[in-house]
């Protein structure tokens, strides 16, 4: 059993940057691989970043490759992800996700889900 609690979401203007938090808690070793989806109004779920336990490993969709980090504090058993330079296409609800590997989180079989979080993004 796996706990996601997501903030840092809110309502930003294009270029601006934002943070977002991911606390996990419960057994999350079952679940070692972390990442972040999103689902735009109208849209279908689409994979954003994920990471693996060590941290050496990411993955990122080619829409935020070099705008969004990654990454985790596994002392904290908390990821981020760091929203730089955002567009008004952006805008979704974001999604905390953990997993049993890299590979399966950027599959999106995953296991737990975090509740979501509202990313606006305005011109």
């Known amino acids: 059993q796996v706990q996601l609690v997501e903030s840092g979401g809110g309502l930003v203007q294009a270029g601006d940057s934002l943070r977002l938090s991911c606390a996990a808690s419960g057994r999350t070793f079952s679940s070692p691989a972390m990442g972040w989806f999103r689902q735009a109004s109208g849209r279908e779920r689409e994979f954003v970043a994920g990471?693996?336990?060590?941290?050496?490993?990411?993955r990122y969709a080619d829409s935020v490759k070099g705008r969004f980090t990654i990454s985790r504090d596994n002392a904290k058993n908390t990821v981020y992800l760091q929203m730089n330079s955002l567009k008004p296409e952006d805008t979704a609800v974001y999604y905390c996700?953990?997993?049993?590997?890299?590979?399966?989180?950027?599959?999106?079989?995953?296991?737990?889900w975090g509740q979501g979080t509202q990313v606006t993004v305005s011109s």
């Open positions: 996700a953990a997993g049993e590997s890299l590979m399966r989180v950027v599959a999106g079989a995953n296991t737990y």
């Open positions: 990471i693996g336990w060590s941290a050496a490993a990411t």
